[in-house]
């Protein structure tokens, strides 16, 4: 069975302090994705990876870096918390563009991050 | 930009009634087009998806059709359960599958006995 893990379910952290937010899936899936969800805005996708070293910046990267040091795990980092940075995280994970396509990204359970 | 719009909700049925949960898009090219769920607690996971014009995706009695000539992707299901009460975001990609998706802004269902 698929699996994307997120290091933490709810999380509270101060303004100005750095957060790291893990995510590990079990697929071997080349493409990793970190999104975040806020009410009435839907989904939106801060950076994504296509393969291990690399990163691409999505929509909305300000605030936030990511690490891909290894295939199965992409690590969000934001710098500097703050209150605006307060939302659900979600990771996804996809196979690359190796085989046959593959439609389905897969969600890891989610972050709720509170920055006080 | 790529861009996705939603029926915006919250949208409250009886057990039993019909559902049409609108959705457009703009993009360019010949994205691939999908139907998200998110259960109460729970991560989001696919519904089903369409790849390209004309094609229907389907999966527990809901259906959206690929209409190229409108953008868009209305889900659609005969008679709706309590358990269908979730939040729905319509998504695109491009034509591989396999690359970032972009979101509506998700509409909240509720179905009521």
């Known amino acids: 069975d698929v699996k994307v893990t997120q290091s933490s379910r709810y999380l509270v952290k101060r303004t100005g302090e750095k957060v790291f937010l893990e995510c590990v899936q079990d697929m071997d899936h080349e493409n990793m994705f970190w999104y975040r969800q806020d009410p009435g805005l839907g989904l939106r996708l801060i950076y994504f990876s296509y393969d291990v070293k690399m990163k691409e910046k999505g929509d909305i990267p300000e605030g936030y870096s990511v690490s891909r040091e290894k295939k199965e795990r992409f690590s969000l980092i934001l710098e500097s918390a703050s209150t605006n940075q307060t939302s659900m995280y979600l990771c996804a994970s996809i196979p690359g563009t190796s085989g046959s396509p593959s439609y389905e990204q897969y969600f890891g359970p989610g972050t709720r991050l509170t920055v006080t | 930009g790529d861009s996705v719009t939603q029926m915006e909700g919250p949208v409250t049925l009886s057990e039993e009634a019909f559902l049409t949960i609108n959705c457009t898009y703009t993009a360019t090219g010949y994205p691939s087009l999908f139907w998200y769920v998110q259960y109460p607690g729970e991560g989001l996971q696919l519904l089903l998806k369409?790849?390209?014009?004309?094609d229907k995706g389907s999966n527990k009695g809901f259906e959206a059709t690929y209409r190229k000539e409108t953008t868009s992707f209305h889900l659609e299901k005969g008679s709706v359960q309590v358990s269908d009460s979730a939040v729905y975001f319509c998504a695109l990609s491009g034509p591989f599958g396999n690359e970032k998706l972009t979101f509506g802004t998700g509409t909240r269902l509720t179905i009521i006995p």
């Open positions: 369409a790849t390209k014009a004309d």
